[in-house]
């Protein structure tokens, strides 16, 4: 898949007026978003469990969760799962993309909206 970043406003959901802009590498291999933690213990943004994170090299690590408020060209999520992650490491993972309802598109490199599924019968 093509390389590419987006734009986000990422914001502490228990002081949404804390908030910051950052660039991130759209990453669909990435389960969770990943923003330094320095960053976002910066802004406030408190652990809530830990996860462990499956490497790109088969390695895996043990990585503290938060949650914050995300906004990527219009489409919001209230809360999303975040990794505090080592620094300079800015991603958007596949969670967040699904939450959003977006999906990349390698060829134009940028995000669409996708589609939801909503499987029931009608009647």
């Given at each position: 898949?093509?390389?590419?970043?987006?734009?986000?406003?990422?914001?502490?959901?228990?002081?949404?007026?804390?908030?910051?802009?950052?660039?991130?590498?759209?990453?669909?291999?990435?389960?969770?978003?990943v923003i330094p933690g320095?960053?976002?213990?910066?802004?406030?943004?408190?652990?809530?469990?830990?996860?462990?994170?499956?490497?790109?090299?088969?390695?895996?690590?043990?990585?503290?969760?938060?949650?914050?408020?995300?906004?990527?060209?219009?489409?919001?999520?209230?809360?999303?799962?975040?990794?505090?992650?080592?620094?300079?490491i800015y991603l958007l993972?596949?969670?967040?993309?699904?939450?959003?309802?977006?999906?990349?598109?390698p060829i134009e490199k940028?995000?669409?909206?996708?589609?939801?599924?909503?499987?029931?019968?009608?009647?």
């Amino acid at each position: 898949m093509g390389v590419f970043s987006v734009r986000a406003v990422v914001w502490n959901v228990t002081e949404p007026t804390r908030s910051i802009t950052v660039d991130l590498l759209v990453d669909t291999g990435s389960t969770y978003t990943v923003i330094p933690g320095r960053v976002l213990e910066e802004f406030g943004v408190k652990p809530i469990r830990v996860a462990r994170l499956r490497l790109a090299d088969g390695g895996v690590i043990e990585s503290v969760l938060g949650e914050v408020g995300i906004e990527v060209e219009g489409f919001r999520a209230s809360a999303t799962p975040v990794a505090f992650g080592d620094e300079g490491i800015y991603l958007l993972g596949s969670v967040t993309l699904e939450q959003l309802g977006l999906a990349p598109d390698p060829i134009e490199k940028r995000l669409k909206p996708t589609e939801a599924l909503l499987m029931v019968l009608r009647a």
